[in-house]
């Protein structure tokens, strides 16, 4: 079991106020509005996998820009070290706990011990009992994606005759996120002629084939290596003469998946899409090949929506069910709109949606200054 952490240092002279406000305030308790976000715990899931560990040093580089101290903890993908963390997090009685859990099964004991510290808490991508919930709309990226899809799918004379759906879950980040992959299956199967019509819920983590060939699923998990096995098993049980679609929950496992569709010389009958709009997918599609979209919720700079958040909470205000970044899904067809032209870096995010600009009110995005509408 190995706990690491990554620090950034303090801007400011930090004055801890006693605890007052439960945990259960990020679900909208109130808290006194006097008090200043000065110092964040974060566990991020996995400093391993690139997505993680960029997101972590983002909002670790944000707390910094606004005299914010955000220590970063690893946890390594592992339950125990996750459990472990919560502890030390609780210990250093920061303003705010953030918390995004490798594994669904932890967050019952995660939100105990966030509960008995009285810590106002952020979870993160999976939810946590008590905290308020940071996370992108999956069902609307879901079907942003599938529209981009079906389009491309008609165009080609892709459908449910000569067409496989490749969808690679994450099995232990629980419904939360996997709504993602299930969702994306409704809606797809809705657009495209052909397909048997199939609801989000009759696809669980034990699913493997989906209306005979039509479907298949598998548990790519969320970083390359899973993506490529589990693409590459899942292939050779399609047959060659069908097309594939692969969707999957990040884009670390569309990485992996686009090497074993290479592997299998399989480019010019496959279609791949991701979460994220990393630079290995702008790169990608830029290329015009089988990756055709990634959903982008902006997943690199969310530290500074949860900077804002949290500010919003410790002010006593009452924050929705779900708070969530902008969103898109970028395609080679939108790329430069998004970033400028031959580059990574977004030229700006466009607004939030209408239940996340809450955080508007906190003037926190104001200080970024790279969201439209703030």
Do not use: H
């Not at 419904?175 to 992959?181: E, G, K, L, Q, R």
Request: charged share 20%.
């Amino acid at each position: 079991m190995r706990t690491r952490t990554w620090t950034t240092a303090a801007l400011a002279t930090v004055l801890l106020a006693p605890a007052v406000a439960a945990c259960g305030s990020g679900a909208g308790a109130k808290a006194p509005a006097s008090r200043e976000l000065k110092r964040v715990t974060f566990a991020a899931p996995n400093m391993t996998t690139q997505i993680f560990a960029g997101q972590a040093r983002n909002f670790a580089k944000a707390g910094k820009q606004i005299g914010v101290d955000v220590q970063v903890y690893d946890n390594s993908g592992d339950a125990a070290t996750a459990i472990t963390n919560a502890n030390l997090m609780v210990s250093r009685k920061p303003d705010l706990l953030v918390e995004f859990a490798p594994i669904a099964d932890a967050t019952s004991r995660i939100s105990a011990i966030f509960k008995r510290s009285g810590i106002p808490c952020v979870a993160v991508n999976v939810r946590i009992d008590g905290c308020g919930f940071f996370n992108f709309d999956q069902k609307y990226l879901a079907e942003a994606q599938a529209q981009v899809i079906a389009q491309k799918m008609t165009a080609k004379g892709w459908n449910g005759g000569n067409t496989t759906i490749l969808l690679e879950q994450a099995s232990k980040l629980g419904p939360s996120v996997n709504i993602a992959v299930t969702w994306f299956y409704q809606q797809l199967v809705a657009k495209v002629p052909g397909f048997t019509k199939v609801r989000s819920e009759e696809i669980t983590p034990s699913t493997t084939t989906i209306a005979g060939r039509e479907g298949l699923q598998a548990d790519g998990g969320v970083d390359i290596d899973r993506g490529f096995t589990a693409t590459a098993q899942a292939l050779q049980t399609i047959p060659a003469d069908r097309n594939v679609v692969v969707y999957t929950v990040n884009d670390d496992t569309a990485i992996g998946a686009l090497r074993a569709v290479k592997a299998a010389r399989r480019e010019g009958k496959a279609m791949i899409a991701g979460y994220g709009a990393t630079q290995p997918a702008i790169d990608a599609m830029r290329t015009r090949g089988p990756w055709v979209s990634s959903a982008k919720g902006f997943w690199e700079d969310w530290g500074e929506f949860i900077l804002a958040m949290g500010t919003a909470i410790l002010q006593g205000k009452k924050v929705p069910d779900l708070t969530a970044p902008p969103m898109v899904a970028v395609t080679p067809d939108n790329l430069d709109k998004v970033y400028a032209p031959g580059m990574t870096n977004v030229k700006r995010m466009p607004p939030l949606p209408e239940g996340s600009r809450y955080l508007l009110e906190t003037g926190v995005l104001q200080r970024f200054g790279n969201v439209e509408g703030a």
